[in-house]
Antibody, heavy 123, light 110 residues
């Protein structure tokens, strides 16, 4: 059974970096078919995709325009996990953050989600 | 890209059929066969109900069906049950390596 286990702090101070981890079990972060996403959800912004990574002979990373200057996604094959780093956060970044999988790679649907991590940006 | 438009709320009685709409544009919903639908219960992660406009993942009840006409996608739930009460979100690929979501519809089972 494929599972995504998220971890990371629930409180981040403004201007600091938000860092979350998603450990994958039952699949591989370096799968040649799946694509791995970070998506967030807030009352003010709704559901919003942030970025994705996938491996097709080499690693690829795509980021949403809204966060492109502040986001980095990492894939760690030794730990079979992906990580999200979002720097210079503001209260607008307060949201539930999810990691998710597109099993087909490029069909832009998400069949598996982590349980979500509520991250509050506050001093 | 603008968010897709969904009605804020819809209600129905047990046993009824209801249809949730998702309005986009000819740059997203109308251009690609890549609309997906998600059900979300309070405090839970979204769950995939429909993908590629009308395909149903294994394990999802056949009471759920998806369709599309022009720039509007629809999710129909037949034989409404109490457990169907949840928020429903549509999602569409919008080109240029981006995806847009709808604002969500709260379904109430009366």
């Amino acid at each position: 059974q494929v599972q995504l286990q998220q971890s990371g702090p629930g409180l981040v101070k403004p201007s600091q970096t938000l860092s979350l981890t998603c450990v994958i079990s039952g699949d591989s972060v370096s799968s040649n078919t799946a694509t791995w996403y970070w998506i967030r959800q807030s009352p003010s912004r709704g559901l919003e995709w942030l970025g994705r990574t996938y491996y097709r002979s080499k690693w690829y990373f795509d980021y949403a325009a809204s966060v492109r200057s502040r986001i980095t996604i990492y894939a760690d094959t030794s730990k079979n996990q992906l990580s999200l780093h979002l720097n210079s956060v503001t209260p607008e970044d307060t949201a539930v953050y999810y990691c998710a999988r597109d099993p087909s790679g490029f069909q832009w649907y998400f069949d598996l989600w982590g349980r979500g991590t509520l991250v509050t940006v506050s001093s | 890209q603008s968010a897709l438009t969904q009605p804020a709320s819809v209600s129905g009685s047990p046993g009824q059929s209801i249809t949730l709409s998702c309005s986009g544009s000819n740059s997203d919903v109308g251009k690609y066969n890549l609309v997906s639908w998600y059900q979300q219960h309070p405090g839970k992660a979204p769950q995939l109900m429909i993908y590629e406009d009308a395909k149903r993942p294994s394990g999802v009840s056949n009471r759920f069906s998806g369709s599309k006409s022009g720039n509007t996608a629809s999710l129909t739930i037949s034989g409404l049950q109490a457990e169907d009460e949840a928020d429903y979100y549509c999602c569409s690929y919008a080109g240029y390596t981006t995806v847009v979501f709808g604002g969500g519809t709260k379904l109430t089972v009366l």
